[in-house]
Nanobody, 114 residues
């Protein structure tokens, strides 16, 4: 069992930046890690993914603005978000997936507004 705890969300103005963190209770070495988001009235969508080998992929709407990274020594995954837009407003969730299980965090709210 792996517990994931997200942090770093908050209120930011358009064009601003935030860094989200996802701390795991155990080793993430063998896990593919992802950030998802869910805006009010919308389905949860995959935002960014990093494989156990640190290969990254992004949804088109955040390419060039968001960067996902991982620090296996700290059991932590990050999502650096810049040039934020109002449409980035959502609850952001951390996901860990391996052949033996899948885990979710509780989410952290990101609100982009002036």
């Amino acid at each position: 069992q792996v517990q994931l705890v997200e942090s770093g969300g908050g209120l930011v103005q358009p064009g601003g930046s935030l860094r989200l963190s996802c701390a795991a209770s155990g080793s993430i070495f063998f896990f593919a890690m992802s950030w998802y988001r869910q805006a009010p009235g919308k389905q949860r969508e995959l935002v960014a993914h990093i494989s156990s080998g640190s290969i990254t992929t992004y949804v088109d709407s955040v390419k060039g603005r968001f960067t996902i990274s991982r620090d296996n020594a700290k059991n932590t995954v990050y999502l650096q978000m810049s040039s934020l837009k109002s449409e980035d407003t959502a609850v952001y969730y951390c996901n860990a997936r391996s052949p033996v299980g899948e885990y979710w965090g509780q989410g952290t709210q990101v609100t982009v507004s002036s």
